[in-house]
DNA sequence: GCCGTTTTCGGCCCGACTGTTTTCAGTCG
Protein backbone atom coordinates (compact mmCIF):
# COMPACT_ATOMS: atom_id res chain seq x y z
CA UNK A 1 0.00 0.00 0.00
CA UNK A 2 1.32 3.14 -1.06
CA UNK A 3 1.85 5.91 1.87
CA UNK A 4 -0.89 8.25 0.14
CA UNK A 5 -3.51 5.69 0.66
CA UNK A 6 -1.82 4.80 4.37
CA UNK A 7 -1.86 8.35 5.03
CA UNK A 8 -5.73 8.59 3.89
CA UNK A 9 -6.83 5.89 5.44
CA UNK A 10 -5.24 7.30 9.06
CA UNK A 11 -6.76 10.90 8.28
CA UNK A 12 -10.11 9.16 8.10
CA UNK A 13 -9.98 7.39 10.82
CA UNK A 14 -8.88 10.56 12.85
CA UNK A 15 -11.68 12.52 11.43
CA UNK A 16 -14.31 9.25 12.30
CA UNK A 17 -12.73 9.42 16.28
CA UNK A 18 -12.96 13.12 16.02
CA UNK A 19 -16.31 13.15 15.24
CA UNK A 20 -17.18 10.11 18.05
CA UNK A 21 -15.43 13.01 20.44
CA UNK A 22 -18.21 15.68 19.42
CA UNK A 23 -15.45 17.87 17.90
CA UNK A 24 -16.26 20.76 15.78
CA UNK A 25 -17.70 19.60 12.46
CA UNK A 26 -15.59 21.20 10.43
CA UNK A 27 -12.69 20.33 12.03
CA UNK A 28 -13.39 16.79 11.49
CA UNK A 29 -14.35 18.04 8.06
CA UNK A 30 -10.74 19.36 7.13
CA UNK A 31 -9.32 16.17 7.92
CA UNK A 32 -11.91 13.78 5.47
CA UNK A 33 -11.46 16.48 3.03
CA UNK A 34 -7.08 15.91 3.07
CA UNK A 35 -8.03 12.00 2.94
CA UNK A 36 -9.88 12.24 0.08
CA UNK A 37 -7.11 14.51 -1.26
CA UNK A 38 -4.48 11.78 -0.89
CA UNK A 39 -6.46 8.64 -1.74
CA UNK A 40 -6.43 10.23 -5.42
CA UNK A 41 -2.97 12.47 -4.76
CA UNK A 42 -0.80 11.42 -8.00
CA UNK A 43 2.60 12.47 -6.85
CA UNK A 44 4.16 10.47 -3.59
CA UNK A 45 3.63 12.44 -0.58
CA UNK A 46 7.07 12.29 0.42
CA UNK A 47 8.26 13.66 -2.04
CA UNK A 48 6.43 16.93 -1.86
CA UNK A 49 7.73 16.35 1.91
CA UNK A 50 11.06 16.47 0.42
CA UNK A 51 10.39 19.52 -1.01
CA UNK A 52 8.93 21.29 1.29
CA UNK A 53 5.28 22.21 -0.89
CA UNK A 54 3.14 20.09 1.29
CA UNK A 55 1.30 23.39 2.12
CA UNK A 56 0.65 23.56 -1.57
CA UNK A 57 -2.01 20.88 -1.60
CA UNK A 58 -5.62 21.66 -1.64
CA UNK A 59 -6.77 21.81 2.59
CA UNK A 60 -3.35 20.99 3.96
CA UNK A 61 -2.30 24.05 6.82
CA UNK A 62 0.25 24.17 9.26
CA UNK A 63 -1.73 21.21 11.46
CA UNK A 64 -2.20 18.83 8.62
CA UNK A 65 1.13 19.56 7.03
CA UNK A 66 2.63 18.87 10.27
CA UNK A 67 1.10 15.31 11.12
CA UNK A 68 1.97 14.45 7.57
CA UNK A 69 5.94 14.69 8.41
CA UNK A 70 5.58 13.49 11.40
CA UNK A 71 4.22 10.07 9.52
CA UNK A 72 6.75 10.26 7.19
CA UNK A 73 9.28 10.62 9.58
CA UNK A 74 8.16 8.08 12.65
CA UNK A 75 5.80 6.11 10.90
CA UNK A 76 3.18 6.87 13.40
CA UNK A 77 0.65 10.01 14.28
CA UNK A 78 0.57 10.82 18.23
CA UNK A 79 -2.66 12.21 18.01
CA UNK A 80 -4.23 9.11 16.21
CA UNK A 81 -2.43 7.39 19.17
CA UNK A 82 -4.25 9.49 21.71
CA UNK A 83 -7.74 9.05 20.37
CA UNK A 84 -7.61 5.41 19.60
CA UNK A 85 -6.74 5.71 23.40
CA UNK A 86 -9.74 7.93 24.53
CA UNK A 87 -12.39 6.55 22.25
CA UNK A 88 -13.63 2.95 23.06
CA UNK A 89 -13.27 0.35 20.07
CA UNK A 90 -17.19 -0.48 20.24
CA UNK A 91 -17.96 2.93 19.07
CA UNK A 92 -16.06 2.87 16.12
CA UNK A 93 -17.51 -0.83 14.73
CA UNK A 94 -21.36 0.63 15.53
CA UNK A 95 -21.20 3.07 13.30
CA UNK A 96 -20.51 0.95 10.37
CA UNK A 97 -24.15 -0.48 11.02
CA UNK A 98 -26.36 1.25 8.33
CA UNK A 99 -28.58 3.78 10.41
CA UNK A 100 -26.11 4.35 13.18
CA UNK A 101 -24.07 7.33 13.11
CA UNK A 102 -21.62 8.91 15.57
CA UNK A 103 -24.78 10.78 17.75
CA UNK A 104 -26.85 7.56 18.54
CA UNK A 105 -22.93 5.58 18.76
CA UNK A 106 -22.61 7.50 21.63
CA UNK A 107 -26.19 7.51 23.49
CA UNK A 108 -26.40 3.68 23.02
CA UNK A 109 -22.56 3.29 24.43
CA UNK A 110 -23.38 6.16 27.25
CA UNK A 111 -26.59 4.92 28.39
CA UNK A 112 -25.82 1.40 28.16
CA UNK A 113 -22.24 0.71 28.58
CA UNK A 114 -21.57 -1.60 26.03
CA UNK A 115 -18.15 -3.13 25.04
CA UNK A 116 -18.86 -4.86 22.24
CA UNK A 117 -21.35 -5.39 19.55
CA UNK A 118 -22.71 -8.96 20.64
CA UNK A 119 -23.13 -7.09 23.92
CA UNK A 120 -25.33 -4.55 21.61
CA UNK A 121 -27.42 -7.60 20.23
CA UNK A 122 -28.12 -8.58 23.55
CA UNK A 123 -29.46 -4.98 24.80
CA UNK A 124 -31.58 -5.20 21.04
CA UNK A 125 -32.79 -8.61 22.00
CA UNK A 126 -33.38 -8.12 25.85
CA UNK A 127 -35.48 -4.15 24.57
CA UNK A 128 -33.09 -2.13 26.28
CA UNK A 129 -32.58 -0.05 23.44
CA UNK A 130 -36.13 0.67 22.38
CA UNK A 131 -36.62 1.82 26.02
CA UNK A 132 -33.91 4.38 25.30
CA UNK A 133 -35.73 7.80 24.28
CA UNK A 134 -34.95 8.73 20.59
CA UNK A 135 -35.27 4.96 20.39
CA UNK A 136 -38.21 2.67 19.52
CA UNK A 137 -39.40 -0.53 18.73
CA UNK A 138 -38.10 -0.04 14.99
CA UNK A 139 -34.68 1.59 15.51
CA UNK A 140 -34.14 -1.74 17.80
CA UNK A 141 -34.81 -3.74 15.36
CA UNK A 142 -33.34 -2.07 12.58
CA UNK A 143 -30.07 -2.40 14.78
CA UNK A 144 -30.28 -6.01 15.00
CA UNK A 145 -30.30 -6.46 11.87
CA UNK A 146 -27.46 -3.94 10.92
CA UNK A 147 -25.46 -6.03 13.38
CA UNK A 148 -25.80 -9.23 11.54
CA UNK A 149 -25.52 -7.03 8.22
CA UNK A 150 -21.99 -6.19 9.00
CA UNK A 151 -20.88 -8.88 9.53
CA UNK A 152 -21.73 -10.55 6.71
CA UNK A 153 -20.98 -7.88 3.68
CA UNK A 154 -17.74 -6.02 2.72
CA UNK A 155 -20.22 -3.39 1.10
CA UNK A 156 -17.41 -3.44 -1.85
CA UNK A 157 -18.39 -4.40 -5.46
CA UNK A 158 -16.53 -4.95 -8.68
CA UNK A 159 -18.57 -3.47 -11.75
CA UNK A 160 -18.50 -7.08 -12.74
CA UNK A 161 -20.54 -7.44 -10.05
CA UNK A 162 -23.14 -4.61 -9.62
CA UNK A 163 -23.61 -4.16 -13.70
CA UNK A 164 -25.84 -7.25 -14.47
CA UNK A 165 -28.42 -5.99 -11.78
CA UNK A 166 -28.34 -2.27 -12.68
CA UNK A 167 -28.98 -3.33 -15.97
CA UNK A 168 -31.75 -5.44 -15.04
CA UNK A 169 -33.17 -3.12 -12.69
CA UNK A 170 -32.60 -0.23 -15.40
CA UNK A 171 -34.51 -1.98 -18.29
CA UNK A 172 -37.55 -3.47 -16.00
CA UNK A 173 -37.91 0.86 -15.02
CA UNK A 174 -37.01 2.35 -18.49
CA UNK A 175 -39.91 0.09 -20.08
CA UNK A 176 -42.51 2.07 -17.35
CA UNK A 177 -44.43 4.39 -19.76
CA UNK A 178 -44.32 7.14 -16.44
CA UNK A 179 -40.62 7.61 -16.80
CA UNK A 180 -39.34 9.78 -19.31
CA UNK A 181 -35.39 9.75 -18.65
CA UNK A 182 -33.98 7.33 -16.79
CA UNK A 183 -29.94 6.87 -16.37
CA UNK A 184 -27.32 5.52 -13.80
CA UNK A 185 -25.43 8.34 -11.25
CA UNK A 186 -23.51 8.01 -8.55
CA UNK A 187 -20.16 6.21 -8.64
CA UNK A 188 -21.19 3.50 -11.36
CA UNK A 189 -21.80 6.14 -13.29
CA UNK A 190 -18.31 7.41 -13.17
CA UNK A 191 -17.05 4.20 -13.35
CA UNK A 192 -15.06 3.51 -10.63
CA UNK A 193 -13.46 0.31 -10.04
CA UNK A 194 -15.56 -0.57 -7.38
CA UNK A 195 -18.86 0.74 -5.88
CA UNK A 196 -20.69 0.73 -2.89
CA UNK A 197 -24.16 0.69 -4.22
CA UNK A 198 -26.41 1.61 -7.35
CA UNK A 199 -27.79 4.91 -7.95
CA UNK A 200 -30.62 5.51 -10.65
CA UNK A 201 -32.24 8.87 -11.29
CA UNK A 202 -35.88 8.85 -13.28
CA UNK A 203 -37.55 11.99 -14.66
CA UNK A 204 -40.87 11.10 -14.59
CA UNK A 205 -44.52 13.36 -14.15
CA UNK A 206 -45.83 10.82 -12.26
CA UNK A 207 -43.60 9.28 -9.19
CA UNK A 208 -45.70 6.34 -7.02
CA UNK A 209 -45.88 3.93 -9.74
CA UNK A 210 -42.06 3.95 -10.43
CA UNK A 211 -41.03 3.87 -6.83
CA UNK A 212 -43.68 1.00 -6.50
CA UNK A 213 -42.40 -0.89 -9.40
CA UNK A 214 -38.99 -0.40 -7.56
CA UNK A 215 -39.73 -1.64 -4.24
CA UNK A 216 -41.54 -4.36 -5.63
CA UNK A 217 -39.07 -5.53 -8.07
CA UNK A 218 -38.02 -9.26 -8.33
CA UNK A 219 -34.62 -8.52 -7.43
CA UNK A 220 -35.67 -6.70 -4.21
CA UNK A 221 -34.89 -8.76 -1.05
CA UNK A 222 -35.49 -5.93 1.09
CA UNK A 223 -36.96 -2.17 1.08
CA UNK A 224 -34.83 -0.01 3.05
CA UNK A 225 -36.62 3.13 2.70
CA UNK A 226 -39.61 4.15 0.52
CA UNK A 227 -40.55 7.88 0.07
CA UNK A 228 -42.38 9.45 -2.91
CA UNK A 229 -38.70 11.30 -4.50
CA UNK A 230 -36.62 8.94 -2.70
CA UNK A 231 -36.54 4.90 -2.34
CA UNK A 232 -33.60 2.27 -1.35
CA UNK A 233 -33.77 -1.49 -1.56
CA UNK A 234 -31.45 -4.40 -0.93
CA UNK A 235 -31.01 -7.38 -3.45
CA UNK A 236 -31.48 -10.59 -2.57
CA UNK A 237 -27.55 -10.69 -2.96
CA UNK A 238 -27.24 -7.53 -0.72
CA UNK A 239 -26.18 -5.05 -2.94
CA UNK A 240 -27.87 -1.69 -2.15
CA UNK A 241 -30.38 -0.25 -5.08
CA UNK A 242 -30.92 4.07 -4.79
CA UNK A 243 -33.87 5.28 -7.03
CA UNK A 244 -34.35 9.04 -7.42
CA UNK A 245 -37.54 10.43 -8.97
CA UNK A 246 -37.42 13.93 -9.87
CA UNK A 247 -39.98 15.90 -12.68
CA UNK A 248 -38.07 15.66 -16.35
CA UNK A 249 -37.67 19.11 -16.43
CA UNK A 250 -34.88 19.01 -13.89
CA UNK A 251 -33.66 15.90 -14.63
CA UNK A 252 -30.17 17.40 -15.37
CA UNK A 253 -29.83 19.08 -12.16
CA UNK A 254 -30.27 15.71 -10.03
CA UNK A 255 -28.40 13.69 -12.22
CA UNK A 256 -25.47 15.77 -11.83
CA UNK A 257 -26.63 15.91 -8.07
CA UNK A 258 -26.33 12.25 -7.63
CA UNK A 259 -23.73 11.40 -10.24
CA UNK A 260 -21.09 13.49 -7.50
CA UNK A 261 -18.71 12.83 -6.44
CA UNK A 262 -19.75 14.35 -3.50
CA UNK A 263 -16.35 16.44 -3.20
CA UNK A 264 -16.46 17.45 -6.78
CA UNK A 265 -20.42 18.91 -5.78
CA UNK A 266 -18.84 20.82 -2.71
CA UNK A 267 -16.63 22.15 -4.89
CA UNK A 268 -18.71 23.66 -7.41
CA UNK A 269 -21.50 24.52 -4.45
CA UNK A 270 -18.96 26.50 -2.90
CA UNK A 271 -17.25 28.08 -5.84
CA UNK A 272 -21.07 28.88 -6.89
CA UNK A 273 -22.08 29.68 -3.52
CA UNK A 274 -19.67 32.85 -3.80
CA UNK A 275 -21.12 34.10 -7.12
CA UNK A 276 -24.71 33.76 -4.99
CA UNK A 277 -25.88 31.06 -7.03
CA UNK A 278 -27.23 27.79 -5.11
CA UNK A 279 -26.56 23.97 -6.15
CA UNK A 280 -29.27 21.19 -5.40
CA UNK A 281 -30.60 18.32 -7.14
CA UNK A 282 -33.99 20.71 -8.49
CA UNK A 283 -31.26 23.36 -10.42
CA UNK A 284 -28.93 25.96 -10.66
CA UNK A 285 -30.51 29.11 -8.88
CA UNK A 286 -29.62 33.19 -8.69
CA UNK A 287 -30.48 33.65 -4.97
CA UNK A 288 -29.25 37.19 -4.84
CA UNK A 289 -32.59 38.50 -4.50
CA UNK A 290 -33.47 36.48 -2.18
CA UNK A 291 -34.22 37.52 1.84
CA UNK A 292 -32.51 35.04 4.15
CA UNK A 293 -35.51 33.48 4.80
CA UNK A 294 -37.16 33.10 1.42
CA UNK A 295 -34.07 31.19 0.53
CA UNK A 296 -34.40 28.80 3.81
CA UNK A 297 -37.65 27.84 2.90
CA UNK A 298 -38.15 26.44 -0.76
CA UNK A 299 -34.66 24.59 -2.48
CA UNK A 300 -36.71 25.99 -5.67
CA UNK A 301 -36.42 29.48 -4.85
CA UNK A 302 -34.75 32.23 -6.97
CA UNK A 303 -34.09 32.81 -10.70
CA UNK A 304 -33.83 29.27 -11.97
CA UNK A 305 -30.92 29.46 -14.47
CA UNK A 306 -30.76 25.87 -15.67
CA UNK A 307 -32.04 22.59 -14.98
CA UNK A 308 -33.27 20.25 -17.52
CA UNK A 309 -29.55 18.46 -19.00
CA UNK A 310 -26.64 18.21 -17.29
CA UNK A 311 -25.52 20.54 -20.51
CA UNK A 312 -27.81 23.04 -19.52
CA UNK A 313 -26.52 23.09 -15.80
CA UNK A 314 -23.15 23.72 -16.06
CA UNK A 315 -23.63 26.35 -18.71
CA UNK A 316 -25.45 28.35 -16.06
CA UNK A 317 -22.02 27.91 -13.88
CA UNK A 318 -20.51 28.80 -16.72
CA UNK A 319 -18.51 26.21 -17.52
CA UNK A 320 -18.33 23.36 -20.19
CA UNK A 321 -19.68 19.85 -19.55
CA UNK A 322 -17.46 18.02 -17.60
CA UNK A 323 -17.31 14.08 -18.20
CA UNK A 324 -18.51 11.85 -15.10
CA UNK A 325 -15.36 10.32 -15.03
CA UNK A 326 -13.73 13.34 -14.00
CA UNK A 327 -15.78 14.30 -11.57
CA UNK A 328 -13.49 13.28 -8.50
CA UNK A 329 -12.47 17.04 -7.59
CA UNK A 330 -8.66 15.92 -8.50
CA UNK A 331 -8.74 19.39 -10.90
CA UNK A 332 -11.33 19.19 -13.56
CA UNK A 333 -13.55 22.22 -12.10
CA UNK A 334 -10.13 24.20 -12.54
CA UNK A 335 -9.30 22.63 -16.05
CA UNK A 336 -13.24 23.82 -17.01
CA UNK A 337 -12.62 26.91 -15.93
CA UNK A 338 -9.58 27.19 -18.01
CA UNK A 339 -11.11 25.50 -21.09
CA UNK A 340 -8.29 22.76 -20.70
CA UNK A 341 -10.39 19.88 -19.97
CA UNK A 342 -9.26 16.82 -22.08
CA UNK A 343 -10.45 15.35 -24.54
CA UNK A 344 -11.51 11.22 -23.70
CA UNK A 345 -10.66 8.30 -25.52
CA UNK A 346 -14.13 6.69 -26.52
CA UNK A 347 -14.64 2.61 -27.19
CA UNK A 348 -15.02 3.06 -30.69
CA UNK A 349 -11.29 4.87 -30.91
CA UNK A 350 -9.79 1.08 -29.92
CA UNK A 351 -8.67 -0.44 -33.16
CA UNK A 352 -7.44 -3.87 -31.49
CA UNK A 353 -6.44 -6.24 -28.89
CA UNK A 354 -3.03 -7.36 -28.32
CA UNK A 355 -4.20 -10.03 -25.15
CA UNK A 356 -5.81 -13.03 -25.79
CA UNK A 357 -5.80 -16.54 -24.93
CA UNK A 358 -6.76 -19.48 -27.15
CA UNK A 359 -7.25 -23.09 -25.92
CA UNK A 360 -4.17 -23.85 -27.00
CA UNK A 361 -3.16 -22.66 -23.18
CA UNK A 362 -6.27 -21.99 -20.80
CA UNK A 363 -8.57 -20.07 -23.38
CA UNK A 364 -11.97 -21.49 -23.59
CA UNK A 365 -12.21 -20.11 -27.58
CA UNK A 366 -10.30 -21.83 -30.56
CA UNK A 367 -8.18 -19.40 -32.74
CA UNK A 368 -11.05 -19.16 -35.46
CA UNK A 369 -13.71 -18.28 -33.03
CA UNK A 370 -11.36 -16.04 -30.81
CA UNK A 371 -10.85 -14.08 -34.65
CA UNK A 372 -14.37 -14.20 -35.85
CA UNK A 373 -15.38 -12.59 -32.42
CA UNK A 374 -12.69 -9.62 -33.31
CA UNK A 375 -14.55 -9.64 -36.36
CA UNK A 376 -17.87 -9.15 -34.87
CA UNK A 377 -16.67 -6.15 -33.10
CA UNK A 378 -14.71 -4.04 -35.67
CA UNK A 379 -11.48 -4.57 -34.48
CA UNK A 380 -8.71 -4.68 -37.29
CA UNK A 381 -6.18 -6.96 -35.69
CA UNK A 382 -5.66 -9.30 -32.54
CA UNK A 383 -2.31 -10.33 -30.40
CA UNK A 384 -2.57 -14.52 -29.43
CA UNK A 385 -0.67 -14.35 -26.35
CA UNK A 386 -1.00 -18.12 -24.96
CA UNK A 387 0.51 -18.52 -21.56
CA UNK A 388 4.33 -19.44 -21.76
CA UNK A 389 5.74 -22.85 -20.47
CA UNK A 390 6.26 -22.42 -16.73
CA UNK A 391 2.58 -22.15 -16.20
CA UNK A 392 1.67 -25.18 -16.48
CA UNK A 393 -1.25 -24.83 -14.45
CA UNK A 394 -2.72 -22.85 -17.45
CA UNK A 395 -1.62 -24.73 -19.84
CA UNK A 396 1.87 -22.65 -20.90
CA UNK A 397 3.20 -23.73 -23.90
CA UNK A 398 6.87 -25.35 -24.35
CA UNK A 399 8.95 -24.30 -27.01
CA UNK A 400 7.62 -27.29 -29.87
CA UNK A 401 4.10 -26.23 -28.89
CA UNK A 402 5.12 -22.37 -29.19
CA UNK A 403 6.69 -23.28 -32.58
CA UNK A 404 3.79 -24.75 -33.95
CA UNK A 405 1.97 -22.32 -32.49
CA UNK A 406 3.34 -19.46 -34.29
CA UNK A 407 3.18 -21.40 -37.82
CA UNK A 408 -0.84 -21.72 -37.11
CA UNK A 409 -1.21 -18.17 -36.16
CA UNK A 410 0.72 -17.21 -39.52
CA UNK A 411 -1.40 -19.19 -41.35
CA UNK A 412 -4.13 -17.88 -39.56
CA UNK A 413 -3.35 -14.26 -40.43
CA UNK A 414 -2.61 -15.24 -44.48
CA UNK A 415 -6.55 -16.76 -44.42
CA UNK A 416 -8.32 -13.88 -43.07
CA UNK A 417 -7.29 -10.80 -44.83
CA UNK A 418 -9.47 -8.11 -43.67
CA UNK A 419 -8.01 -9.44 -39.58
CA UNK A 420 -4.57 -8.62 -38.50
CA UNK A 421 -3.33 -11.54 -36.78
CA UNK A 422 -0.10 -10.89 -34.42
CA UNK A 423 1.94 -13.81 -32.76
CA UNK A 424 2.48 -13.47 -29.46
CA UNK A 425 2.81 -15.03 -26.27
CA UNK A 426 2.16 -13.66 -22.49
CA UNK A 427 5.49 -14.34 -21.58
CA UNK A 428 6.12 -15.27 -17.49
CA UNK A 429 8.96 -12.95 -15.25
CA UNK A 430 10.68 -15.48 -13.33
CA UNK A 431 11.74 -14.84 -10.38
CA UNK A 432 15.35 -13.36 -11.18
CA UNK A 433 13.71 -10.92 -13.57
CA UNK A 434 14.53 -13.34 -17.07
CA UNK A 435 11.93 -14.35 -19.10
CA UNK A 436 10.24 -17.80 -19.18
CA UNK A 437 11.39 -18.24 -23.23
CA UNK A 438 14.76 -17.36 -25.05
CA UNK A 439 14.96 -14.43 -26.60
CA UNK A 440 15.65 -15.87 -29.88
CA UNK A 441 12.37 -17.30 -29.73
CA UNK A 442 10.66 -13.82 -28.44
CA UNK A 443 12.91 -12.14 -31.42
CA UNK A 444 10.01 -13.99 -33.74
CA UNK A 445 6.84 -13.06 -32.14
CA UNK A 446 5.19 -9.75 -32.88
CA UNK A 447 3.94 -8.75 -29.32
CA UNK A 448 5.07 -10.02 -26.12
CA UNK A 449 3.72 -8.92 -22.83
CA UNK A 450 5.27 -10.04 -19.80
CA UNK A 451 3.28 -10.97 -16.83
CA UNK A 452 4.11 -11.80 -12.78
CA UNK A 453 1.71 -15.39 -12.27
CA UNK A 454 4.06 -16.29 -9.36
CA UNK A 455 6.10 -15.44 -5.87
CA UNK A 456 3.53 -12.40 -5.29
CA UNK A 457 4.93 -12.77 -1.82
CA UNK A 458 8.89 -11.39 -2.64
CA UNK A 459 9.59 -8.02 -0.92
CA UNK A 460 8.82 -4.94 -2.75
CA UNK A 461 12.37 -4.34 -3.81
CA UNK A 462 12.94 -7.68 -5.26
CA UNK A 463 9.48 -7.38 -7.11
CA UNK A 464 10.36 -4.54 -8.25
CA UNK A 465 13.98 -4.89 -9.33
CA UNK A 466 12.36 -8.35 -10.74
CA UNK A 467 9.95 -6.16 -13.06
CA UNK A 468 12.32 -3.89 -14.30
CA UNK A 469 14.65 -6.03 -15.31
CA UNK A 470 12.20 -7.57 -17.06
CA UNK A 471 11.72 -4.53 -19.06
CA UNK A 472 15.22 -4.26 -19.90
CA UNK A 473 14.78 -6.99 -22.57
CA UNK A 474 14.63 -5.39 -26.12
CA UNK A 475 11.25 -8.05 -27.15
CA UNK A 476 9.22 -7.05 -23.97
CA UNK A 477 6.61 -4.63 -25.07
CA UNK A 478 4.22 -4.28 -22.63
CA UNK A 479 4.33 -5.59 -19.05
CA UNK A 480 0.92 -6.86 -18.21
CA UNK A 481 -1.73 -6.33 -15.33
CA UNK A 482 1.11 -4.91 -13.39
CA UNK A 483 0.59 -5.13 -9.68
CA UNK A 484 -1.33 -8.51 -9.61
CA UNK A 485 -4.09 -7.66 -7.90
CA UNK A 486 -7.83 -9.01 -8.11
CA UNK A 487 -10.48 -7.26 -6.37
CA UNK A 488 -11.89 -7.96 -3.33
CA UNK A 489 -9.84 -11.50 -3.35
CA UNK A 490 -6.29 -10.60 -3.29
CA UNK A 491 -4.14 -7.12 -2.70
CA UNK A 492 -1.58 -6.04 -5.16
CA UNK A 493 1.93 -7.40 -4.34
CA UNK A 494 4.35 -4.73 -2.72
CA UNK A 495 5.87 -2.61 -5.65
CA UNK A 496 7.56 0.63 -6.46
CA UNK A 497 5.43 1.53 -9.18
CA UNK A 498 6.62 5.16 -9.33
CA UNK A 499 10.38 3.25 -10.05
CA UNK A 500 8.37 0.60 -12.25
CA UNK A 501 7.25 3.72 -14.49
CA UNK A 502 10.58 5.65 -14.37
CA UNK A 503 12.01 2.12 -15.73
CA UNK A 504 9.09 1.74 -18.73
CA UNK A 505 9.59 5.22 -19.86
CA UNK A 506 13.65 4.52 -19.67
CA UNK A 507 13.22 1.35 -21.58
CA UNK A 508 10.76 2.10 -23.87
CA UNK A 509 8.11 -0.38 -22.95
CA UNK A 510 4.28 0.31 -22.78
CA UNK A 511 2.17 -0.77 -19.89
CA UNK A 512 -0.84 -2.22 -19.81
CA UNK A 513 -4.38 -1.46 -18.49
CA UNK A 514 -5.78 -4.59 -17.67
CA UNK A 515 -9.54 -4.32 -18.43
CA UNK A 516 -10.90 -7.27 -17.24
CA UNK A 517 -13.29 -5.91 -13.97
CA UNK A 518 -11.69 -7.94 -10.99
CA UNK A 519 -8.43 -6.45 -12.53
CA UNK A 520 -8.37 -2.97 -13.47
CA UNK A 521 -4.57 -2.75 -13.45
CA UNK A 522 -2.85 -0.45 -13.65
CA UNK A 523 -5.34 1.62 -11.83
CA UNK A 524 -6.94 5.08 -13.20
CA UNK A 525 -4.18 7.02 -10.61
CA UNK A 526 -1.50 4.53 -11.75
CA UNK A 527 -2.62 5.13 -15.55
CA UNK A 528 -2.48 8.85 -14.99
CA UNK A 529 0.97 8.49 -13.26
CA UNK A 530 2.52 7.07 -15.95
CA UNK A 531 1.09 8.42 -18.69
CA UNK A 532 2.22 12.01 -17.31
CA UNK A 533 5.78 10.54 -16.90
CA UNK A 534 5.83 9.59 -20.65
CA UNK A 535 5.01 5.73 -20.62
CA UNK A 536 2.79 4.07 -23.54
CA UNK A 537 -0.16 2.72 -22.16
CA UNK A 538 -2.18 -0.53 -24.36
CA UNK A 539 -5.75 -1.19 -23.23
CA UNK A 540 -6.08 -5.02 -23.18
CA UNK A 541 -9.15 -7.37 -22.02
CA UNK A 542 -6.98 -10.76 -21.31
CA UNK A 543 -9.79 -12.44 -23.50
CA UNK A 544 -10.18 -16.26 -21.86
CA UNK A 545 -13.99 -16.74 -22.95
CA UNK A 546 -16.59 -15.73 -25.37
CA UNK A 547 -18.04 -12.47 -24.40
CA UNK A 548 -14.88 -11.58 -22.54
CA UNK A 549 -13.33 -8.64 -25.38
CA UNK A 550 -16.42 -6.76 -24.09
CA UNK A 551 -14.40 -6.28 -20.37
CA UNK A 552 -12.77 -3.39 -23.02
CA UNK A 553 -15.00 -0.50 -22.12
CA UNK A 554 -14.53 -1.22 -18.67
CA UNK A 555 -10.34 -0.40 -19.75
CA UNK A 556 -11.40 2.39 -21.49
CA UNK A 557 -13.58 3.41 -18.50
CA UNK A 558 -10.02 3.18 -16.19
CA UNK A 559 -8.44 5.45 -18.59
CA UNK A 560 -10.78 7.88 -18.79
CA UNK A 561 -10.72 8.19 -15.30
CA UNK A 562 -6.98 9.11 -16.14
CA UNK A 563 -7.71 11.56 -18.20
CA UNK A 564 -6.45 9.64 -21.18
CA UNK A 565 -7.39 10.88 -25.06
CA UNK A 566 -7.15 8.39 -28.14
CA UNK A 567 -3.55 9.60 -28.60
CA UNK A 568 -2.11 8.36 -24.96
CA UNK A 569 -3.14 4.86 -26.00
CA UNK A 570 -1.34 2.54 -28.10
CA UNK A 571 -4.05 0.30 -29.58
CA UNK A 572 -5.91 3.16 -30.90
CA UNK A 573 -3.15 3.13 -33.62
CA UNK A 574 -3.69 1.04 -36.91
CA UNK A 575 -1.50 -2.42 -36.57
CA UNK A 576 1.64 -1.40 -38.35
CA UNK A 577 1.88 1.90 -36.29
CA UNK A 578 1.11 -0.08 -32.83
CA UNK A 579 3.88 -2.79 -34.03
CA UNK A 580 6.22 0.37 -35.22
CA UNK A 581 5.81 1.80 -31.48
CA UNK A 582 6.17 -1.51 -29.78
CA UNK A 583 9.38 -2.53 -31.37
CA UNK A 584 11.02 0.33 -30.91
CA UNK A 585 13.22 -0.67 -27.97
CA UNK A 586 14.00 -3.47 -30.38
CA UNK A 587 15.97 -0.68 -32.93
C1' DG B 1 -8.56 22.80 10.82
C1' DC B 2 -8.54 25.67 6.61
C1' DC B 3 -9.19 29.73 3.95
C1' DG B 4 -9.83 34.68 1.55
C1' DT B 5 -11.14 38.78 -6.92
C1' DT B 6 -16.45 40.44 -0.83
C1' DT B 7 -12.99 38.25 4.70
C1' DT B 8 -6.50 37.25 8.57
C1' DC B 9 -11.99 36.34 11.58
C1' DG B 10 -16.08 34.15 10.71
C1' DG B 11 -17.56 31.50 7.98
C1' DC B 12 -17.43 26.47 6.07
C1' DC B 13 -23.00 22.31 0.52
C1' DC B 14 -27.74 20.71 0.40
C1' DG B 15 -32.03 18.11 0.87
C1' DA B 16 -34.90 13.51 1.63
C1' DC B 17 -36.28 9.85 4.67
C1' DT B 18 -36.81 7.52 9.16
C1' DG B 19 -38.22 7.10 13.62
C1' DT B 20 -39.41 9.26 17.22
C1' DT B 21 -41.38 12.97 18.08
C1' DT B 22 -45.61 16.73 18.48
C1' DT B 23 -41.63 20.05 15.46
C1' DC B 24 -37.20 17.60 14.73
C1' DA B 25 -32.50 15.31 15.19
C1' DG B 26 -29.82 12.02 13.10
C1' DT B 27 -28.27 9.70 9.16
C1' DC B 28 -27.28 9.27 4.50
C1' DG B 29 -25.86 10.29 -0.03
Not at 61 to 74: P, V
Not at 305 to 314: D, K
Request: net charge negative.
Amino acid sequence: MSVNVQLAALFSEIALLLELQESNPFRIRAWQRVAQVLESFEEDIAHRAEEGTLLDIPGVGKDLSATIQEFLETGTITELFDLRASVPPVLVQMTAIPGLGPKKALKLYQELGLESLDELAAACTGGAVAALTGFGEKSQQNILKGIDFVRRISGIWSLGQVLPAADVMLKSLGGLKEVEKISIAGSLRRMKETVGDVDIVVGSRAPEPVMDAFTSHQLVGEVLAHGTTKSSIRTHDDLQMDLRVVPPGVFGAALMHFTGSKEHNIRLREMATRKDIRINEYGIFDVSDLTAGEKKGDPEAGRRLGAATEEACFKALDLPWIPPELREDTGEIRAALDGTLPELIELEDIRGEIHAHTDASDGHLTLEELIGAVRERGLSYIAITDHSRSLTIAGGLDLDRMKWQIDRVREADARHPDIRVFTGSEVDILKDGTLDYPDDLLAELDIVIASIHSRFGMSGEEQTKRICEAMENPYVGVIGHLTGRMLGERDAYDLDVEQVIETAVGTRTALEINAHPKRLDLNDRHARMAHKAGAGIVICTDTHRSGHLDFMRFGVKVARRAWLGPADILNTLEADALLDELHRKRE
